[in-house]
């Protein structure tokens, strides 16, 4: 077996609760001001944070919920999500994440399979939060900003604060349940424990050389994995601050960067397009801007050049998947090779494996890629095959991914060996898609693949059989169960779906068709 092993020192995963890991952080500097709400300029500090996560977790406790009760949380990022996040985790609670731009037959599935008991939202999402909690096993809906008409509000939930951290063992206890398609089929509930956590964070704390003097504006969403782990828990962690920003738009984030002299931008590559060749970035001044991180989809190296030089920072990728908690590699600030996602990151091990053979390849060679490490997630939530599929025996997390390691340890993403669709950075899962597809009336079998695209860097296309049915029809039919990223963008109406013998959809020839 040919191991790349982290070329860097291994760290120790400290025996501690996601949330005890954050309070470390934090505890000390309670008058520092942690969390600026962009739009309106609310800020919140260290210490006003810990308590509500206490308070939160009290509250919680004394209605029964916690511990061990799964909470749903649907909101963009506010300064309360962190609150909502920790303090089911200081509670001994399970937190799911849902995307707020769902359709509620998507939330509700989400509700459902991950066992979700209350949900918590804005009022901005409360008509189809409500909607979606119709049939499930949800009992409670939260709203931050408001409550009444059966819904409670923030100051319901929020009771004397539980000043120790429920008990738990953290290499066990899921604390997060996002939801990742992984490398084949429907989205599923990734099990990632406390320990997966705090060794993420740790491991890339170790790397990323981050100062409570950092800033950054988050508009990365807190329900996927990037946003999560980097800025809610990493930046939070590091005593560094986060603005937080409910929705991208590129005008605001250049003016919130300006105005708070952000140091460091977390970025996906449509962002990075944008702020390398859009004129409005001439209007601002980001001479505070240092680094630039940007990852959850490919970027050719000539762009990653260019917003660094346009920024006269230093530009970088990272490498990052929902099952690796997500971290696996990073760049660090002075060895840069455009193109690239970095070495791994502390503690973390890789195999470039030949899909074909399962053979072994050596540095140079592309082959999928393989890693063993302490972020690795537990597995996929009541799943036991998908679980099976993707993680090798070993403990070793197939990725999906074809890469290639250099002699040095630097990591190249090359292409892609399983279904998933990247959108803007956002999981589309081909197989919901085409479930939503063949649930339509007259629809009797249905295809879906990803097609090159300058802006958002892929789209999904759909091959349908359905001689009867409209192209409009299939688009009505769409916006009410999928999430608008995940509508084809075009469709093909065919004979038949090319599968092989045992009924697997044959995507290569479909792209080839392309
Ligand atoms: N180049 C090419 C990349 C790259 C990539 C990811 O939605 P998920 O499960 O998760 C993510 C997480 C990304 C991430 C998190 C933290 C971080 O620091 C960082 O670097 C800046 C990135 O996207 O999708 C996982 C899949 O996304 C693709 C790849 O196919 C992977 O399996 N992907 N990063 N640099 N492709």
Redesign the pocket.
């Known amino acids: 077996m040919a191991i790349f092993a982290s070329p860097r020192a291994p760290v120790s995963v400290p025996d501690t609760s996601v949330t005890q890991t954050l309070f470390e952080g934090l505890t000390g500097r309670e008058d520092k001001v942690v969390v600026i709400d962009g739009p309106s300029g609310r800020t919140v500090t260290a210490g006003a944070l810990m308590s509500q996560i206490k308070a939160l977790a009290g509250g919680l406790t004394a209605r029964g919920i916690l511990p061990g009760g799964t909470i749903a949380i649907l909101a963009p990022n506010i300064p309360e999500y962190p609150v909502v996040f920790h303090g089911v985790a200081w509670g001994g609670g399970t937190v799911t994440t849902i995307n707020p731009t769902y359709t509620a037959p998507e939330i509700q599935h989400q509700l459902q399979d991950a066992g979700a008991v209350m949900l918590v939202t804005i009022s901005m999402f409360e008509e189809v939060a409500r909607t979606a909690m119709v049939g499930t096993d949800c009992r409670d809906l939260v709203v931050l900003d408001g409550g009444g008409n059966g819904a409670l509000g923030m100051a319901d939930v929020m009771g004397a604060e539980l000043p120790e951290q429920a008990p738990g063992d953290w290499a066990k206890d899921v604390v997060v349940l996002?939801y990742?398609s992984?490398t084949t089929g429907r989205p599923k509930g990734?099990m990632l424990t406390h320990r997966n956590l705090v060794a993420n964070v740790t491991q890339?704390a170790a790397v990323a050389d981050i100062t409570p003097d950092d800033k950054a504006i988050a508009f990365l969403p807190f329900f996927?994995?990037?946003g999560m782990?980097?800025l809610m828990n990493l930046f939070l962690n590091q005593r560094a601050m986060i603005i937080t920003m409910p929705r991208f738009d590129l005008e605001m984030y250049l003016r919130l960067i300006q105005e708070h002299r952000a140091t460091r931008l977390?970025i996906?590559?449509p962002v990075a397009l944008a702020l390398a060749k859009h004129p409005m970035v001439d209007d601002y001044d980001v001479s505070s801007v240092k680094q630039i991180?940007?990852?959850?989809?490919?970027?050719g190296a000539e762009i990653e050049a260019a917003v660094g030089t346009r920024f006269g920072a230093n530009s970088v990728?990272?490498?990052?998947?929902?099952?690796?908690s997500?971290?696996s590699?990073?760049t660090q600030g002075d060895s840069i090779r455009h193109g690239s996602?970095g070495q791994a990151v502390p503690s973390t091990e890789c195999r470039i494996v030949d899909p074909e053979t399962l053979e072994d390849l050596p540095a140079g060679l592309e082959g999928e890629l393989w890693i063993r490490g302490p972020q690795v997630m537990k597995g996929y939530l009541n799943n036991p095959d998908a679980t099976a599929e993707t993680m090798a025996e070993g403990d070793w997390l197939r990725?999906?991914?074809l890469a290639e390691i250099d002699e040095e340890g630097f990591m190249y993403?090359r292409d892609?060996l399983?279904e998933?669709i990247?959108y803007k950075?956002?999981?589309v899962a081909p197989a919901e898609v085409e479930a939503a597809l063949c649930a339509c009336e007259g629809v009797t079998d249905a295809a879906v693949i990803g097609r090159i695209d300058a802006e958002a860097g892929e789209v999904p296309i759909a091959f349908v059989v359905a001689p009867e049915v409209e192209e409009a029809t299939l688009r009505a039919h769409c916006e009410g169960c999928l999430a608008h990223y995940k509508h084809p963008v075009d469709y093909r109406f065919v004979d038949s779906v090319p599968k092989s013998a045992s009924g697997k959809i044959l995507r290569r020839e479909l792209r080839d068709k392309l």
Do not use: N
């Open positions: 996002p990742s992984g990734v890339s996927h994995i990037y782990t980097v977390y996906v590559p991180f940007s990852g959850a989809a490919p970027m990728q990272g490498y990052g998947m929902t099952e690796l997500p971290i590699h990073m996602s990725t999906g991914d993403i892609r399983k998933l990247k950075g956002f999981q």
